[in-house]
């Protein structure tokens, strides 16, 4: 099974600010981030969430203290948590590196720990899961922009700085994506104009340009692409794309001369522009559109407390409900027709429902039960 184990621990609910470990072990390996509560915290509210991801060579703990989200987290016009994960060692540069899919060697399933990340904080505190967003910085920024093509159905808003996308992705999403970049042109790390990485060009062939990368979203999301370049300060160049499908925006800031940071410029903060970006999308879950005649069966609310209703146009079918660890928890029928799945008696976690469909096939579904 995928998930190994999801969650060591509940955690204690603070009025008070507190960075703590999230650690568990997925797909074999142990896992570690830090995660930030900010102060004030009630679980009676629900907070955004935003995954924070380091560059090569980096953790959770330092971009976690040195991107200034901490600060943003904290302003109470708008809390938000913050995850900060590690990425594993990769033998190819001897350090930490997400799956991003420059290298090709690399072979963890980030983008599903990712996922199991993001349960993993929403079991323990209350998240509003149309408000979870992606922002990480270069081999980080890589990845969000992995994850904008492959997790975009629960995370809501990317924003990347000094990193684009691996060449080798196939990205087309079902949505408009909200991506916001950052990049300075003197960047000696992940160069702007895509003709070297690490100052060689023969790497240039694994990433994107800044160009190409934006020029592929604003296509992607059918932006209307002819957009005059506004001035922010003495060096940044803001291109605003607000057409776009389902209401997403696209945005690029071109940093003339700056280098391969977060904080590129006096002229903006990179936190606080990110946060602005993040604070005008949501993502609307929790329900599923079903065609007529469908087979399909939907389980909606998801997650949800208590109980779930499980459209199901087929024939019946016998099921049976599995926890993280893989163990039966309960069995049963469920009826053609709309009906409800009592779980008041189950406590929080992530489970599976296993069932064998009209036509023959097994099929296995994710749910998520958030008790209060």
């Not at 408009?176 to 023969?202: Q, R």
């Not at 957009?227 to 160049?237: F, L, N, P, Q, V």
Request: contains cysteine; glycine residues 6%; proline residues 4%.
């Amino acid at each position: 099974m995928k998930l190994g184990i999801l969650l060591i621990a509940l955690f204690p609910i603070q009025l008070f600010a507190q960075t703590m470990n999230l650690n568990f072990e997925f797909d074999d390996l142990a896992r570690v981030s830090k995660l930030y509560v900010p102060t004030g915290y009630d679980e009676q509210n629900e907070y955004p969430l935003v995954v924070l991801l380091h560059g090569l060579g980096g953790n959770g703990t330092e971009i976690l203290q040195g991107s200034g989200l901490i600060a943003e987290a904290n302003d109470p016009e708008h809390p938000f948590l913050i995850v900060s994960p590690t990425a594993t060692v990769q033998a190819l540069f001897d350090a930490t590196e997400w799956n991003e899919g420059v290298n090709p060697l690399h072979t963890i399933d980030d983008v599903s720990y990712i996922n199991a990340l993001i349960d993993s904080v929403m079991v323990n505190y209350t998240i509003n899961q149309e408000r979870i967003y992606c922002t990480g910085f270069s081999d980080g920024g890589f990845m969000t922009n992995r994850l904008a093509c492959e997790l975009n159905n629960r995370i809501a808003a990317f924003a990347s700085v000094g990193g684009t996308r691996a060449s080798s992705l196939a990205c087309s999403p079902d949505r408009g994506i909200p991506i916001f970049h950052i990049h300075g042109t003197a960047d000696a790390v992940v160069s702007y104009n895509g003709d070297n990485l690490f100052g060689s060009p023969f790497l240039a062939a694994l990433f994107m340009s800044v160009d190409e990368m934006m020029s592929d979203w604003i296509e992607e999301n059918s932006c209307v692409a002819d957009i005059a370049a506004i001035s922010i300060g003495d060096d940044t160049e803001a291109y605003y794309y607000t057409a776009c499908d389902d209401e997403s925006e696209v945005w690029l800031y071109k940093v003339n001369g700056a280098a391969h940071e977060w904080n590129l410029t006096n002229d903006f903060n990179t936190a606080e522009v990110i946060w602005e970006f993040f604070d005008q999308f949501s993502l609307i879950v929790g329900t599923e559109e079903i065609a007529e005649n469908s087979n399909e069966v939907v389980v909606y609310p998801n997650p949800s407390s208590y109980s779930f209703s499980i459209n199901n146009n087929s024939s019946k079918f016998n099921y049976s409900l599995l926890d993280a660890s893989g163990r039966l928890v309960e069995s049963g029928v469920i009826p053609t027709g709309i009906s409800s799945l009592n779980v008041s008696n189950l406590p929080s976690g992530m489970y599976f429902m296993h069932y064998i469909n009209a036509e023959n096939v097994a099929v296995t579904k994710k749910i998520q039960i958030l008790q209060n």
